[in-house]
């Protein structure tokens, strides 16, 4: 029993770095710009996942883009996330963004397209 607890454990944590992984690689601008992100929540058997932008990005404009795009992008490139809740904090929820799942429409789900 011990070994399997381990395995989950390890299968989380290489998840949550391929995670980290995707938004480095596809939004490296986020850093650029004195924003950050953080992952607070990952349930794998749930196949969802929590980001929280922080930093700059709490105040930017084009946040509800990055995360539109976080939430597109996400369930395409990495198979075991099915749900993404992104938020900036700024107002105390997810900004009125609803979780992404695959299979939607994908032209009226991606909405405006970041200038990145």
Do not use: W
Request: with cysteine; proline share 6%.
């Amino acid at each position: 029993m011990v070994s399997m607890s381990t395995e989950v454990t390890q299968g989380d944590d290489d998840l949550k770095e391929r995670i980290v992984m995707f938004l480095r690689r596809n939004f490296p601008q986020i850093q650029m710009h004195g924003g950050s992100a953080a992952i607070t929540h990952l349930d794998r058997d749930a196949g969802e996942v929590t980001v929280q932008l922080g930093g700059a990005c709490s105040g930017c404009g084009i946040s509800p883009m990055t995360i539109q795009a976080i939430k597109t992008r996400m369930v395409q490139e990495i198979p075991e996330i099915e749900m993404v809740y992104a938020d900036t904090g700024m107002d105390g929820g997810f900004g009125g963004m609803s979780p992404s799942f695959p299979g939607e429409t994908v032209e009226d789900d991606e909405g405006p397209q970041a200038p990145f």
